[in-house]
């Protein structure tokens, strides 16, 4: 079926394997607060690689062509603390399931978050 500017219309289902190099993994996730409740907008990245994606509407995530190996994953969002997952093994083909909950950042009252590019520390 064409539309009406002439582009043939594909189906998500058609284009996404096409996408994927078989030669290589993929990750597939969610992003939830410690209630179950999806998080949008959160920023997943592998520190190793750089490769980046963000989380969708229902908290929903995936990252394409990654190769095969042990990553540390970061997970940022507003409020929220950050969630680190170290050796998270990534194998061939789709690595479903991965599930990060994350926790809201509670700055006793009085004190303010003090940011540098190699620590977090809390300053009074």
Same mark, same amino acid.
């Given at each position: +079926? +064409?539309?009406?500017?002439?582009?043939?219309?594909?189906? &998500?289902? @058609?284009?996404?394997?096409?996408?994927? *190099? $078989?030669?290589?993994? $993929?990750? #597939?996730?969610?992003?939830? *607060?410690? *209630?179950? #409740?999806?998080?949008?907008?959160?920023?997943?990245?592998? &520190?190793?690689?750089?490769?980046?994606?963000?989380?969708? @509407? $229902?908290?929903?995530?995936? +990252?394409?062509?990654?190769?095969?190996?042990?990553?540390?994953?970061?997970?940022?969002? @507003?409020?929220?603390?950050?969630?680190?997952?170290?050796?998270?093994?990534?194998?061939?083909?789709?690595?479903?399931?991965? &599930?990060?909950? +994350? $926790?809201?950042? !509670?700055?006793?009252?009085?004190?303010?978050? !003090?940011?540098?590019?190699?620590?977090?520390?809390? !300053?009074?």
């Amino acid at each position: +079926m +064409m539309n009406p500017n002439n582009i043939p219309a594909v189906s &998500r289902s @058609e284009v996404f394997p096409r996408l994927l *190099d $078989h030669t290589l993994g $993929h990750i #597939r996730g969610k992003v939830v *607060d410690i *209630d179950g #409740r999806p998080i949008p907008e959160c920023k997943i990245w592998i &520190r190793e690689t750089g490769k980046s994606t963000y989380s969708d @509407e $229902h908290g929903d995530f995936a +990252m394409i062509n990654i190769p095969p190996a042990l990553y540390t994953v970061i997970v940022e969002c @507003e409020d929220y603390a950050l969630c680190i997952s170290p050796d998270l093994p990534v194998s061939l083909g789709d690595n479903p399931g991965l &599930r990060f909950v +994350m $926790h809201l950042l !509670q700055v006793p009252k009085g004190m303010y978050l !003090q940011f540098d590019a190699t620590r977090l520390a809390f !300053q009074a």
